[in-house]
């Protein structure tokens, strides 16, 4: 199994609505991340995982909370999002020491709409 | 971690090979170069990766300068398949930092 599955692909909610993002991999990787892509830009790291731990945060903003609650899974919880918050979220993950394979192993992105 | 330079697009012939430039001059000694693609609607698909000897694997094969501070990612025989955003990054493995640049809209014309 060499696949990254994001529940749910789309998903549309009000700026007062809590929801959550889904991420599941059992490839055995114990570094998962969360991306941000905008249309027609590049993805946007936003949380890096590792062992479980966070161990990046690229400066988000809280009304991203992300969660690890075991090596399988990565969720993204939403509160009070923005219209702005609108993109793709892609999630991926991977070995650590990204030398030996150099390989994200990517989901096909959730889609994000506030209203 | 160093930032990269790729042309904003380019154009191969179907059944010819597609040669993808990068300029990353800012390289560390530590920091690998990484090629991803994005095929419309889908997530990043990682191509290939090397530090300083150039890379070949069954998707493409990478070149990087002897100064490192520029490489090429070559697909040998594009097809329409290969039309993507192509992506050069640069980052210590350490860090479990990818950071996407803008990358390289490839598109194969038949």
């Known amino acids: 199994d060499t696949e990254v599955t994001q529940t749910p692909k789309h998903l549309v909610m009000g700026m007062t609505n809590k929801k959550s993002l889904k991420c599941e991999q059992h490839m055995g990787h114990r570094a998962m991340y969360w991306y941000k892509q905008k249309a027609k830009k590049p993805p946007e790291l936003m949380f890096v995982y590792s062992y479980e731990k966070l161990s990046i945060n690229e400066s988000v903003p809280s009304r991203f909370s992300p969660e690890c609650p075991n090596s399988s899974l990565l969720n993204l919880h939403l509160h009070a999002l923005q219209p702005e918050d609108s993109a793709l979220y892609l999630c991926?993950?991977?070995?650590?020491?990204?030398?030996?394979?150099?390989?994200?192993?990517f989901g096909e992105g959730s889609r994000l709409t506030v209203l | 971690d160093a930032k990269t330079t790729q042309p904003p697009s380019m154009d191969c012939a179907e059944g010819r090979a597609a040669n993808l430039p990068c300029n990353h001059s800012?390289?560390?000694?530590?920091?690998?170069v990484y090629w991803y693609r994005q095929i419309h609607s889908q997530g990043p698909q990682y191509i290939i990766h090397?530090?300083?000897n150039n890379e070949t694997n069954e998707m493409a094969s990478l070149i990087i300068t002897e100064d490192r501070k520029s490489s090429t990612l070559i697909l040998p025989h594009a097809t329409l398949r290969d039309t993507a955003v192509y992506y050069c990054i640069v980052s210590s493995s350490n860090t479990g930092k990818l950071i996407f640049g803008q990358g390289t809209t490839l598109q194969v014309k038949p």
């Open positions: 090397g530090l300083k």
């Open positions: 991926a993950s991977s070995h650590l020491g990204l030398a030996n394979t150099g390989e994200l192993f």
């Open positions: 800012t390289i560390s000694g530590n920091e690998y």
